[in-house]
């Protein structure tokens, strides 16, 4: 089993920044890769950011050189890093971790809101 903290998410004014931490425990050396999803309310979940185990990252197109997903692999870690905020970013914001083995399984955290006031 895996375990995911989400933690970070507030209030701010649009231009600012916040900066998402997921913190990962259990069976991690069973996970292939991680990400960030959020979901506002009345709409889909969707994929913000994503990295692999090996690194490679990809993002939403509507996050793309405003939002910066990282790791550390020693603290077992997760960053979203969130600027220039907008509020159409406003929503709950929840860490994926994604274990490929013979089956696929994904692991949620709880959730962190970030509201962005205009």
């Known amino acids: 089993q895996v375990q995911l903290v989400e933690s970070g998410g507030g209030l701010v004014q649009a231009g600012g920044s916040l900066r998402l931490s997921c913190a990962a425990s259990?069976?991690?050396?069973?996970?292939?890769?991680m990400g960030w999803y959020r979901q506002a309310p009345g709409k889909q979940r969707e994929l913000v950011a994503a990295?692999?185990?090996?690194?490679?990252?990809n993002y939403a197109d509507s996050v793309k050189g405003r939002f910066t997903i990282s790791r550390d692999n020693a603290k077992n870690t997760v960053y979203l890093q969130m600027n220039s905020l907008k509020p159409e970013d406003t929503a709950v914001y929840y860490c994926n971790a994604r274990q490929q083995l013979v089956l696929e399984y994904d692991y949620w955290g709880q959730g962190t809101q970030v509201t962005v006031s205009s």
């Open positions: 990295i692999t185990s090996g690194g490679s990252t």
């Open positions: 259990g069976s991690i050396f069973s996970i292939n890769a």
